[in-house]
């Protein structure tokens, strides 16, 4: 079993930054895949950037290119996702997800999901 607890959500105005944060703790986190994902009110869930375990390779859904990174620290078992020009279209609650599959994980069916953290941009 693998536990994910996010953090680093809150209020900004558009144009701010946040980063977000997610610890993980149980089997060995730096064999896994890693994903953020949102869910805006009415909306379905969507994979906004990830990271396969070696930090080798990333992805960025369209909309967040440029400015959004995904990175992690294996030595801290966290993945980070740090947030600039934030717009209120990136309001949502924000997910971490893992799973020892990079593609599983971009696809949203990972194995292993924390609680959440809210992040809202206002205008």
């Known amino acids: 079993q693998v536990q994910l607890v996010e953090s680093g959500g809150g209020l900004v105005q558009a144009g701010g930054s946040l980063r977000l944060s997610c610890a993980a703790s149980?089997?060995?986190?730096?064999?896994?895949?890693m994903g953020w994902f949102r869910q805006a009110p009415g909306k379905e869930r969507e994979i906004v950037a990830a990271i396969t375990w070696s930090g080798g390779s990333t992805y960025y859904t369209d909309s967040v290119k440029g400015r959004f990174t995904i990175s992690q620290d294996n030595t801290k078992n966290t993945v980070y996702l740090q947030m600039n020009s934030l717009k209120p279209d990136d309001t949502a609650s924000y997910y971490c997800a893992a799973d020892n599959n990079f593609p599983t994980v971009v696809r949203g069916l990972a194995d292993y999901w924390g609680q959440g953290t809210q992040v809202t941009v206002s205008s």
């Open positions: 149980g089997r060995t986190f730096s064999r896994y895949a």
